[in-house]
């Protein structure tokens, strides 16, 4: 048994133990504003298994819990990460708390994402696609369990092809020419994940890993040839910290990212350099934030931005070093349409801007100093709903100052289209 399949063993039962000593909740499927009040209140409460009682909420003309925030949205709505705006699906999958007492069912065929939440256990069908691999995409499920101020996730996605050829080597097998002797491969990376989140003191602390690994297998010659392998390696652990229960006006979100990429080759035991790109560590401290500037009950605009500042390192075959700050300023506009507030559009435009930026190369004592404001991102969505169980949104988007008459040919643009049933 390898150390991945322990691991993913591990934190399956871990999430059965917490699975079995929760809050089962059997109550009705609450409100979006009900659900948010009991988070607040579990994030104070010592007993996070205890049923928490519902007390309808006073909200506040500038709480973050108004009407605009008491509605679930899906990947279309806030991309740039504005602190302020109301949940989307992202931010579940990111604090897993945040699924206790939701029951829904959400489907998203633009981005291959599919989302069951029961309340209490929920699960999620998405993809992934190894980094500086090939072009093939992997399968994943999400499997986790969530209670209120507490919640937990385990995600995994495998793909594997074994060749044995010891005779011809002519032998095609899919396309690709198979020399004598065995070889093996992950398709689309061998993807472990998991991750926890628990509210305090009117707060949300979250982690969470990922460990990805593509890799191909090669034996040349089983009795006495060369044995080669070739591997990408990256390993991924976010932490983040948010007052997003309990903000009124102005919400924030501390965090920090780690990761360690490694590309190399070993041949017979011995690991060589793999060339590009070369392996590297990176430690990416930030922080989030979000403001509302103007808001009646029909309409609303928040100010959103973001700081972010990265050291990476870089390993053999290059001793480098690249350290960048950068700075995202975002806005987000949303409105009511009609009397019964069915109907929402939504837009937000934002940019990157690399504030500062210097690399070193030691071995060619070479160095570049950078600043640039990136291309605008910009984007409208619509968002209809029907009485209080079927929603469907739709969302369209554009890296604007890229050319002219290019609208729907540049990487930038994208279509997304969302529905999701609540019960």
Do not use: C
């Not at 609450?30 to 909200?59: G, H, M, N, R």
């Not at 007492?101 to 489907?107: A, D, P, S, T, W």
């Not at 034996?219 to 976010?238: F, I, K, M, Q, W």
């Not at 700050?325 to 009609?338: D, K, N």
Request: charged share 20%.
């Amino acid at each position: 048994m390898n150390f991945k399949t322990m691991f993913g063993i591990g934190l399956v039962s871990l999430g059965a133990a917490f699975a079995q000593d929760g809050y089962e909740s059997t109550s009705p499927s609450l409100s979006e504003q009900q659900l948010q009040q009991q988070e607040e209140q579990a994030s104070a409460s010592s007993d996070l298994t205890a049923p928490v009682p519902f007390v309808a909420p006073e909200i506040p003309k500038d709480s973050k819990r108004t009407p605009f925030n008491a509605i679930l949205h899906g990947k279309s709505y806030n991309r740039n990460s504005n602190m302020a705006a109301a949940n989307n699906t992202d931010l579940l999958l990111k604090y897993p708390n945040l699924f206790a007492n939701r029951k829904f069912f959400y489907i998203e065929p633009t981005n291959k994402l599919g989302i069951v939440s029961l309340g209490s256990f929920f699960t999620a069908f998405d993809i992934s696609k190894a980094p500086h691999a090939d072009d093939e995409q992997l399968g994943r499920l999400t499997l986790g369990y969530a209670v209120p101020g507490f919640g937990i996730y385990v995600r995994a996605g495998l793909g594997r092809d074994r060749v044995n050829n010891e005779g011809n080597s002519s032998t095609r097998v899919e396309g690709d020419e198979v020399q004598p002797g065995v070889k093996s491969r992950t398709y689309g990376g061998d993807d472990w994940a998991a991750a926890i989140a628990k509210g305090f003191l009117g707060m949300n602390v979250a982690a969470d890993v990922d460990w990805l690994t593509t890799k191909t297998e090669t034996h040349a010659d089983p009795d006495n040839g060369t044995e080669t392998e070739d591997r990408y390696d990256s390993l991924t652990v976010n932490l983040s910290l948010t007052n997003a229960p309990t903000a009124k006006n102005f919400t924030w979100t501390l965090g920090a990212r780690f990761v360690s990429f490694n590309n190399e080759t070993e041949e017979d035991g011995d690991v060589k350099n793999a060339g590009y790109p070369p392996s590297y560590w990176d430690i990416t401290p930030y922080i989030r934030t979000g403001l509302s500037v103007l808001e009646n009950e029909n309409a609303r605009v928040l100010i959103g931005a973001a700081a972010i500042v990265s050291y990476r390192n870089y390993d053999d075959p290059v001793d480098q070093y690249a350290i960048t700050a950068v700075v995202q300023p975002s806005m987000l506009g949303e409105v009511f349409i009609g009397e019964n507030k069915n109907f929402m559009f939504y837009g937000e435009v934002g940019y990157d801007w690399v504030a500062f930026r210097y690399l070193k190369n030691n071995d060619s004592d070479y160095s570049k100093m950078m600043d640039k404001m990136d291309e605008v991102n910009a984007s409208i969505g619509f968002r209809y709903q029907y009485k209080d169980f079927l929603a469907v949104e739709l969302g369209l988007g554009e890296k604007l100052f890229t050319g002219v008459g290019n609208f729907f040919t540049e990487d930038g643009t994208f279509i997304d289209f969302s529905a999701m049933v609540r019960f």
